[in-house]
């Protein structure tokens, strides 16, 4: 991008100060000089060169120097979905978990969460308004919910969700039986339930998600690892092999095609997926896939907690895996976020699959590829928040521009390592902690206001924005 695209428009000739000027700002452009950006009604009206004078702000903040890039867009989260025997403790109830676990999001770069509405086997529509009404009460992020289809119930609830701002639907193919029941009632769609539940999200200009893993290879798998104990996350992985991904993938892009429905493969953990995509060559896919397939592996000596679905891969795959994202072949990023305490995770039977990692997210992305693998930043942030703004009906956000909304992070390089009571999260645990990031959150602002800066939460009683408003239908139009 050069200087010119963003519009150097000089000091801003209106009455009102601005409500936040960031001085010092580099960003990723051609123009190695730094800015001076300037935010009013939380998006960005003016950058001009840091040697020229600012415009009055009610908020000023010296990024010295410092990258600032748009928040991550962090497009699979599970905050809310709580272990109800845990609702008691502090955090992990449904009076505060969306108010920490979005605290712990911004202290970690992240502005924006694509979270899944409260899985079950009842109501979609009452999940997503309990969803609403907790994400509006507590969230310090923005949120957009995702819907789910789990049974043909919720796909007839698919024209009202439409019509009420839901955009997105996930369905599940692996989970069945005594497994679907101890994650609190998810269920999987048959192959013929989900080519109409395709044609239904299309016909209603929507958009699929789907959890590629085939039931039928994971039953078989699960069942001869079980028999012979399930002790290591080698024998988790194993029962839940790369195949049933690629088998999986392949069908939902197959099927979704012919609906010509938009179909996002989530949580891609193998090179199976990328695979399937390119001998299905459907152009209205994409790949997601998480930080932990990458920086994590079968060798990660973390127990029974590191059980998550899909499986983390061998040091091997989880290699190649960073090779497919370097060259191009995965779109963007999503924490899959779970909020299962430790005490969850003690077991290898019965722990439940899923990581924590909001607030990592960015900050491993940017350590891993950018730091240890030479990505350009340009490209980071196509991963982490412009390719999903553009895929989500957001483009507004993940660009640093003129007109862009204000969701930005002020970005501290150096050496830190990960410690678990320094997250700002609920969850007791992290895959992750001892290891060393290269780069985090100096200060992180979603829509124009300072939310995050140096440990501290400035303006706790900012609330972020429902997302899910703006796609509303009149109800004229419905
Ligand atoms: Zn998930």
Redesign the pocket.
């Known amino acids: 991008m050069t200087p010119e695209m963003l519009g150097q428009t000089g000091a801003a000739h209106t009455e009102s100060p601005l409500q936040l000027v960031i001085l010092n700002a580099k960003v990723a452009t051609d123009d190695p000089s730094l800015y001076n950006i300037g935010v009013r009604d939380g998006v960005i009206v003016s950058m001009t060169n840091s040697s020229e004078p600012t415009s009055p702000a009610d908020a000023v903040l010296d990024a010295a120097g410092r990258w600032v890039i748009p928040g991550a867009i962090d497009t699979?989260s599970?905050i809310n979905q709580r272990a109800f025997e845990y609702d008691h403790v502090p955090g992990l109830g449904p009076d505060d978990n969306f108010a920490v676990e979005s605290r712990g999001a911004l202290a970690g770069g992240c502005t924006t969460a694509l979270n899944?509405a409260q899985f079950g086997s009842a109501s979609l529509l009452d999940a997503y308004h309990e969803g609403l009404a907790a994400a509006g009460e507590q969230s310090r992020m923005n949120v957009l919910f995702h819907g789910y289809l789990m049974d043909m119930k919720h796909v007839e609830e698919i024209p009202t969700a439409v019509a009420e701002g839901v955009t997105t639907f996930k369905m599940f193919m692996p989970y069945r039986g005594e497994e679907a029941r101890n994650l609190g009632g998810i269920g999987s769609l048959n192959h013929a339930q989900m080519r109409d539940a395709f044609a239904a999200i299309a016909a209603n200009g929507a958009q699929a998600l789907v959890h590629a893993e085939d039931g039928d290879i994971v039953d078989a798998c699960m069942h001869h690892e079980s028999t012979r104990g399930l002790d290591s996350l080698a024998g988790w992985e194993r029962s839940r092999p790369t195949i049933a991904e690629g088998d999986a993938a392949w069908t939902a892009m197959y099927l979704a095609e012919e609906a010509d429905c938009d179909v996002t493969i989530?949580?891609v953990s193998s090179l199976e997926a990328i695979r399937a995509r390119d001998a299905v060559k459907f152009d209205g896919s994409a790949l997601e896939s998480c930080v932990h397939y990458m920086v994590l592996s079968t060798d990660s000596d973390i127990g029974p907690e590191g059980k998550v679905a899909p499986p983390l891969r061998d040091p091997a795959l989880a290699e190649e895996i960073t090779r497919a994202v370097l060259e191009g072949r995965i779109d963007f990023f999503g924490s899959?976020h779970n909020v299962w305490p430790a005490a969850t995770k003690q077991d290898w039977e019965t722990s439940k699959p899923g990581l924590p990692g909001i607030g990592l997210m960015l900050p491993l992305l940017l350590t891993h590829l950018v730091h240890d693998r030479g990505m350009s930043m340009e490209r980071l942030i196509e991963l982490t928040s412009r390719n999903a703004a553009l895929r989500f009906g957001l483009p507004g956000k993940g660009l640093v521009a003129l007109g862009m909304d204000a969701d930005l992070v002020v970005l501290e390089e150096g050496e830190r390592e990960i410690k678990v009571d320094e997250l700002h999260t609920a969850v007791d645990y992290s895959p992750y902690a001892g290891m060393t990031l290269r780069a985090w959150s100096h200060a992180t602002i979603c829509g124009g206001t300072v939310v995050f800066a140096d440990g501290e939460f400035p303006n706790d009683d900012f609330r972020g924005e429902l997302l899910n408003h703006r796609f509303r239908r009149a109800a004229a139009d419905v």
């Open positions: 699979h599970h899944y989530v949580h899959d």
